[in-house]
């Protein structure tokens, strides 16, 4: 019978225990490359949840939020909740890029049809809600339609890595968490904004434009969807200040607006200068304003494209100001260093008129943005 | 030094800044309901107390940095 203490020739315990240490890391170094990855996904799979229940209170508190002020606006027997699920829940499909001509109309009317709808929808749940603030609720609804989605998606890679123990999936939700939640806690402070009627960083560009124009003699029309324009001169020069029309949040159509002002003026237009809020790069000052050329407006890019072709069929010079801020300060209540960035835009934007345009002719001065808690001035 | 964690954070209240149209005089309040930028509205200057004041801004004020 071999005798215990003999294992590998030797003969005493703790040759023994040390022979059997060696065992244990070489079977170690073979089962681990096959087992690190289980262990590292539960560890990504758990500081996911960690952050997927933290979304969810956000989410909830954000949902929470616009059923109470929808609450306080709707009619007798408007069931809120389930009203607002429909809409959290609506989507639009893009049309079909196989054969691009002419998709960006074709996008343009399915954008337009949406926003109607959802617009409409929101209406009908608010009776008691008067039309700017029926605007500022239906933007209360798509902060919260944005935050769910945002939930949803992340609980989608969350379970599916789950499901399917694939830690790639997992890995690039996890790698994306901090932009995410960035994002979120954006949308949470926009809802508060919202629901207040507060202006918000992206309405910059509104606000320097009525700025420019605050108590001057002036003409104000609508000429689009919620669009406004106010026409006047300035040292013998026409100048047609295009704005959404506030003090509710919207946005406006200003491409068509241009389109229409440029039908009126046609040759007499010798620039477009636009105004908008930009998102500005991490280190950046907040509320910088920057000068450059192109059309200064953000959204799915059908306003753009219209402005740009419209711009160089009739060679019309685009110029732009930009105001630098994050992603989280153009939906969030404004900062005093973006509204002051309004005062100097109106100064740069006086003195580019008087430089690029001569006397006798007409400029068009674009404010771009969410006219949310901004009145027409 | 690593970053600190977050919790949940308060939201700033901006601040809605007012003119006096008689004597022009700048004043601030919190922000109320119905408050917008270019409104005016029936409230009392505390210098010359005149009734009808213009609200020209409503903005966060943003907390200074520490050097």
């Known amino acids: 019978m071999l005798d215990f203490l003999q294992v590998s020739g030797q003969q005493d315990l703790i040759s023994v225990i040390s022979s059997l240490i060696w065992l244990l890391f070489l079977m170690i170094f073979f089962i681990y490359p096959s087992f690190s990855q289980r262990l590292q996904l539960s560890y990504i799979l758990r500081d996911l949840e960690r952050r997927l229940q933290r979304l969810k209170v956000m989410r909830d508190e954000v949902r929470g939020k616009t059923v109470e002020v929808l609450r306080k606006y709707s009619g007798d027997g408007v069931k809120v909740d389930e009203e607002l699920d429909k809409l959290l829940l609506s989507f639009m499909i893009a049309p079909e890029s196989m054969d691009p001509y002419g998709i960006v109309y074709k996008l343009e009317h399915i954008v ?123 040292d013998g020069r026409r100048v047609f200040v295009l704005r959404a029309a506030g003090p509710g949040g919207a946005v406006g159509r200003p491409a068509d607006g241009l389109l229409k002002i440029l039908e009126s003026e046609r040759d007499k237009v010798k620039a477009v200068i636009m105004i908008d809020a930009a998102l500005k790069l991490e280190g950046e000052e907040t509320g910088k304003v920057v000068e450059g050329i192109g059309a200064a407006i953000g959204g799915i890019g059908v306003d753009k494209f219209k402005i740009e072709e419209i711009s160089k069929k009739m060679n019309i010079p685009l110029y732009a100001f930009a105001i630098y801020q994050s992603i989280g300060e153009a939906i969030t209540p404004m900062k005093k260093s973006i509204a002051k960035a309004a005062d100097e835009v109106v100064e740069k934007v006086k003195k580019l008129i008087s430089s690029k345009v001569d006397e006798g002719f007409s400029v068009i001065v674009a404010g771009i943005g969410n006219t949310v808690g901004i009145g027409i001035s | 030094m690593l970053p600190r964690r977050r919790g949940v954070e308060e939201i700033p209240q901006p601040l809605t800044h007012l003119k006096c149209l008689e004597c022009g005089t700048v004043n601030s309040r919190p922000f109320t309901g119905g408050d917008y930028v270019f409104k005016e509205v029936e409230e ?11 609200i020209i801004g409503i903005y966060v004020e943003e907390e200074r940095k520490t050097p």
């Not at chain 1, 709808?117 to 809600?129: D, G, N, R, S, Y």
């Not at chain 1, 902060?143 to 939930?151: E, K, P, Q, T």
């Not at chain 2, 009392?44 to 009808?52: E, I, M, Q, V, Y």
């Open chain 1, 112 to 234: 337009n049809t949406w926003e109607d709808v959802f617009e409409e929808h929101v209406k009908l749940i608010c009776t008691k809600a008067d039309e700017a603030w029926s605007k500022t609720l239906t933007n209360l609804v798509e902060v919260a339609r944005g935050m769910d989605y945002l939930y949803r998606v992340v609980r989608h890679y969350y379970l599916l890595g789950r499901r399917t123990a694939n830690i790639y999936i997992v890995l690039q939700i996890q790698m994306l968490m901090p932009q995410i939640m960035e994002i979120a806690e954006a949308y949470r402070r926009a809802c508060y904004a919202f629901t207040q009627g507060q202006p918000i960083g992206d309405g910059v560009g509104v606000l320097a434009v009525a700025k420019l124009v605050e108590g001057l003699e002036k003409k104000t029309y609508q000429v689009a969807k919620d669009t406004i324009v106010h026409e006047f001169e300035m």
């Open chain 2, 44 to 54: 009392r200057c505390p210098k010359c107390g005149a009734s009808k004041m213009k």
